[in-house]
């Protein structure tokens, strides 16, 4: 599977920017699909993941209350919907795919990954 992010940019402190993330092929309700994001001089951490048929959520405690992950099957695009925006959200932020189920935070079990989108949060 292929995947295409967009959606990033610039924003201000407690505002508001939606990132998409579109899947080729036609096996996207088999992957789990997540968002993850990388700071300057940080490592990549997990953002927020949603499951394949259920669409259960699971989200990093710093965004816990203030992102929305869902996914559109008819048009196989994974959303991230960023509200109260912080500048310590400012990241390159990725979105990937998985088969398996489980271990929904790590990095290294997801098996396809998108380029990364940039948001900037200014304060």
């Known amino acids: 599977v292929q995947l295409q992010a967009s959606g990033g940019g610039l924003a201000q402190a407690g505002g508001s920017l939606r990132l998409s993330c579109a899947a080729s092929?036609?096996?996207?309700?088999?992957?789990?699909m997540g968002w993850f994001r990388q700071a300057p001089g940080k490592e990549r951490e997990f953002v927020a993941a949603i499951t394949q048929t259920s669409g259960s959520t699971l989200y990093a405690d710093s965004v816990k209350g203030r992102f929305t992950i869902s996914r559109d099957t008819a048009k196989n695009t994974v959303h991230l919907q960023m509200n109260s925006l912080k500048p310590e959200d400012t990241a390159v932020y990725s979105c990937?795919?998985?088969?398996?189920?489980?271990?929904?935070?790590?990095?290294?079990?997801?098996?396809?990954w998108g380029q990364g989108t940039l948001v900037t949060v200014s304060s």
């Open positions: 092929g036609r096996t996207f309700n088999n992957y789990v």
């Open positions: 990937a795919a998985k088969i398996s189920s489980g271990d929904y935070t790590s990095t290294a079990r997801y098996n396809y």
